[in-house]
Structure formats: structure tokens, C-alpha cells
């Protein structure tokens, strides 16, 4: 095979490689220069491409992170709204140092569950040796 005909070759497979290349990455294929140089401007796009993709995904990930703390803070300030209230209502009592509870009690909560239409009433019944109180 002469040299022409493999440098031939090669371009047809760099231009294939290239051409499938910005079909599957979605990205536009380069055009213009030689064979080699559109391939390596094809690769540049795909990697400038993925390195969005990941800053993307590192910013989604802060995001979900930050939103999920943000419910847990919400959560540990309801959690002791609702503590201070039995206190004040005379469900909880505090003796000789000890804060005692009713053997049961119960929480009503409205909540709203991903994929359904409208809030609910919740209700959530724990044990006094449950939450750790005598």
C-alpha cells in the first residue's frame, strides 16, 4: 500500500471517528482544517462539554445538600416548638430534675408527598420510651 493511500486512510477514519464523535456528544463537528485538527477541535468541544456537564452537577449536588440541611433545620426548629408547647399545655412536667411524659402521645402533622395532589393530615404516635422520657 503506498503512503498516499494510508494517509488517506487515515484521514477517512479520523473524519469518521469525528464525525460519529459529535453525532453521539452532540456537539458540532469542526470543520476547516486538516482531518487531525477537526478531530482534536471535535475532542476539545466533547471535553468543554463534559466540563459543564460536571460543574453542573457539582452545583446540583450543593444545591440538594443545602435544601436537605435546610428541611433538617426546619424539622429540629418544629421538633422544639413542639416540645415547648407540651410543656406550656402541661403535657410535659418537670420533676425532681426529670421531664416526664404521657406514656403516649400523638403529633398531627399536615404533610404533602411527592406525586400527590394535596396535603394530608398526618398522624404520629410515639411511646414515651420511644423519645427516651419516663
Known amino acids: 500500500m503506498s503512503k498516499r493511500a494510508e494517509a488517506l486512510g487515515a484521514s477517512k477514519a479520523l473524519n469518521k471517528s469525528r464525525m460519529q464523535l459529535s453525532k453521539q456528544c ?40 443545602k435544601t436537605a440541611l435546610d428541611w433538617y433545620r426546619l424539622g429540629l426548629r ?16 418537670l420533676e425532681n430534675g426529670h ?15 411527592p406525586g400527590s395532589e394535596e396535603a394530608e393530615t398526618k398522624e404520629f404516635t410515639f411511646t414515651a420510651d ?4 419516663k
Open 26 to 65: 452532540e456537539v458540532p463537528a469542526a470543520k476547516g482544517g486538516s482531518p487531525r485538527e477537526n478531530f482534536d477541535e471535535t475532542v476539545d468541544l466533547v471535553v468543554e462539554k463534559l466540563e459543564a456537564f460536571e460543574a453542573q452537577a457539582e452545583y446540583s449536588k450543593a444545591r440538594r445538600r
Open 78 to 93: 418544629r421538633g422544639v416548638e413542639r416540645a415547648t408547647q407540651a410543656v406550656v399545655n402541661g403535657e410535659f412536667t
Open 99 to 113: 421531664l416526664l411524659s404521657p406514656a403516649t402521645f400523638t403529633i398531627k402533622k399536615r404533610v404533602k408527598l
Open 130 to 133: 420511644e423519645l427516651g422520657f
